[in-house]
């Protein structure tokens, strides 16, 4: 079975422009979660969806960032307007209920310049 | 830009000696907690877990210690190989949220 896949894997954009981030969850996960990993901060989780219904957005840092999972195998994290601050590896992972191991992806790397 | 960054600790071990990676969680009411492996450009991989039910698991060459008193994880690694070489996070989760912590970085020696 395929696992987490994420797109694009590398991305460097102007600040002040639109990035969208794809994740793929694994087929059959009902839940789906974003994460952020920098050196100053560590792995911070950003968003969860469970059945395609965001269910904690506490960690999204601010209004650029919004996320969507119009349906069980697609989901987006937009930053708009991006800024250097937002550069760092974005994660994608995927879960099936409570008490399992969620899956990651291999990840975005954003470089905002 | 980023000046400082996160300290990550290392752990430096001998191939084919034992690995103990410690780790601190912080919530007490936390009830699955689980051990990362995070390999240079890609995404954390899972190892293994343990509810909070238990204080001891065991997998292939790994075994996790949970002490709930002191809130406290504990990855065993035996007999290390270089392909063990990897930053490891715990984690600590309730109701599916998740919380990572700070990760150890272990280096092999052949």
């Known amino acids: 079975d395929a696992g987490v896949i994420q797109s694009p894997r590398h991305e460097v954009t102007e600040m002040g422009q639109e990035v969208t981030l794809r994740c793929k969850p694994i087929s059959g996960h009902n839940s789906l979660f974003w994460y952020r990993q920098t050196m100053m901060r560590g792995l911070e989780l950003l968003i969860y969806f469970n059945n395609n219904v965001p269910i904690d957005d506490s960690g999204m840092p601010e209004d650029r960032f919004s996320a969507k999972m119009p349906n069980a195998s697609f989901s987006t994290l937009k930053i708009q307007p991006s800024e250097p601050r937002d550069s760092a590896v974005y994660f994608c992972?995927?879960?099936?209920?409570?008490?399992?191991?969620?899956?990651f992806g291999d990840g975005t790397r954003l470089s905002i310049l | 830009g980023e000046s400082v960054g996160l300290h990550l600790p290392t752990l430096s071990v001998q191939e084919g000696d034992n690995s103990i990676i410690n780790c601190a969680y912080s919530?007490?009411?936390?009830?699955?907690f689980i051990w990362y492996k995070q390999e240079s450009g890609k995404g954390p991989q899972f190892i293994i877990d343990?509810?909070?039910?238990?204080d001891k698991r065991q997998g292939q060459r790994v075994t996790v210690l949970l002490n709930k008193t002191v809130k406290h994880l504990s990855l065993q690694i035996a007999a290390t190989q270089p392909g063990d070489s990897a930053v490891y996070f715990c984690?600590?989760?309730?109701?599916?949220?998740?919380?990572f912590g700070t990760g150890t970085k272990l280096q092999v020696i052949p």
């Open positions: 992972a995927s879960g099936s209920r409570d008490q399992q191991p969620q899956h």
């Open positions: 984690a600590e989760t309730l109701w599916q949220k998740v919380t």
């Open positions: 343990i509810r909070s039910n238990m």
């Open positions: 919530n007490s009411a936390s009830d699955y």
